[in-house]
Nanobody
Framework: EVQLVQSGGGLVEPGGSLRLSCAAS????????MTWVRQAPGKGLEWVSI????????MYEESVKGRFIISRDNAKNTLYLQMNGLKPEDTAMYYC???????????????WGQGTQVTVSS
């Protein structure tokens, strides 16, 4: 059974940092690209970042470039999202997800984590 179990998140002041983790099991983690997706209140899903199987290739949504860093540890079957310089507009539920393929990952994911709330507020 594929499982993606998230941790991290919470309430942080503007300018602060948080790290999200996503522990994967039930599939060969190193074979698949992975992604972080978020959903702000009242809005649709928005992809945030994508990472290739090896971690060499990363992609970021324009608004988080230079502030967020996606990474993975294939030995630990874990995906990470380091979020720095957080802004109120980053407030959202964040999900990790397994991609079907790197090329289609912005729109196609087949398994999702349970979600973790990130709230940026003073």
């Amino acid at each position: 059974e594929v499982q993606l179990v998230q941790s991290g998140g919470g309430l942080v002041e503007p300018g602060g940092s948080l790290r999200l983790s996503c522990a994967a099991s039930g599939f060969t983690f190193s074979y698949y690209a992975m992604t972080w997706v978020r959903q702000a209140p009242g809005k649709g899903l928005e992809w945030v970042s994508i990472i290739s199987t090896s971690g060499i290739t990363t992609m970021y949504e324009e608004s988080v470039k230079g502030r967020f860093i996606i990474s993975r540890d294939n030995a630990k079957n874990t995906l990470y999202l380091q979020m720095n310089g957080l802004k109120p507009e980053d407030t959202a539920m964040y999900y990790c997800a397994k991609c079907n393929a790197l090329s289609s990952c912005k729109v196609e994911r087949d398994y999702w984590g349970q979600g973790t709330q990130v709230t940026v507020s003073s």
